[in-house]
């Protein structure tokens, strides 16, 4: 089983995420296990404050090391560390692919730890050697989201976590467009047909046609 560890301000929103569709059956058989840490419970702060004024200034605030640390530790625990990945996201990270999704599923425990703000102190990172991962060119108000990427992209390469293995994209020949019925579906008085080749039964034909277009989408 591969458990996935969260550290989040915001647990609940991964929670549901996960608590839904082939992320919940794949709970359900014991093929994922998901583990929430919420910093603001390993905080002394009365308040339960988990961010300050960043040195050298700026704006915004920045989220403290101990309470992110003191998560992590626990979410380590007495685990064999040859078995856990940990996580750090970040716009300038290695950028995420299904080729790191599948690397990383055979892991026995994967830590993400998701920030906010201006982000979380560079030194948990550092105390970690957490790898750091990017989704995408583009900035994020918090890493709740980026969890939910890995989670997903991860979970379903490990194998009984999707009906039918031949689902990964990478063990078939995909195509950016599908059809189902009807065979023509008219709107605003156009009329839009599935491609012929599709109909024909012809599986050498299909799968020349869904890489054309694969290819197509790629240029």
């Not at 055979?106 to 560079?122: N, T, V």
């Not at 990427?149 to 979970?155: A, C, G, K, N, P």
């Not at 605003?188 to 599935?194: A, Q, R, T």
């Amino acid at each position: 089983m591969l458990h996935f560890h969260v550290i989040s301000l915001f647990p609940e929103l991964v929670e549901h995420y996960c608590n839904h569709s082939i992320l919940k059956r794949a709970q359900d058989n014991k093929k994922i296990k998901l583990h929430f840490y919420d910093p603001r419970d390993f905080t002394k702060d009365k308040w339960k404050r988990v961010d300050d004024k960043p040195f050298g200034g700026g704006p915004g605030m920045v989220l403290q090391a101990e309470p992110y640390v003191q998560a992590v530790q626990k979410a380590l625990g007495r685990k064999d560390k040859k078995n856990i990945e940990i996580i750090f996201f970040s716009p300038s990270g290695k950028k995420w692919t299904d080729k790191e999704a599948k690397k990383l599923s055979s892991k026995k425990h994967i830590i993400l730890i998701a920030g906010r703000y201006e982000g979380i102190d560079a030194r948990v990172q550092k105390i970690f050697k957490a790898k750091e991962y990017s989704i995408g060119d583009y900035t994020l108000t918090g890493g709740e989201v980026p969890a939910m990427v890995l989670i997903d992209t991860i979970s379903r390469q490990k194998e009984g976590v999707l009906g039918n293995k031949e689902s990964l994209e990478d063990l078939r020949e995909a195509s950016p467009e599908v059809y189902t019925r009807p065979r023509e579906f008219i709107f605003k008085g156009k009329k839009y047909s599935v491609p012929k080749v599709l109909l024909e039964g012809n599986h050498k034909e299909i799968e020349k046609w869904r890489k054309k277009q694969k290819e197509k989408r790629k240029n």
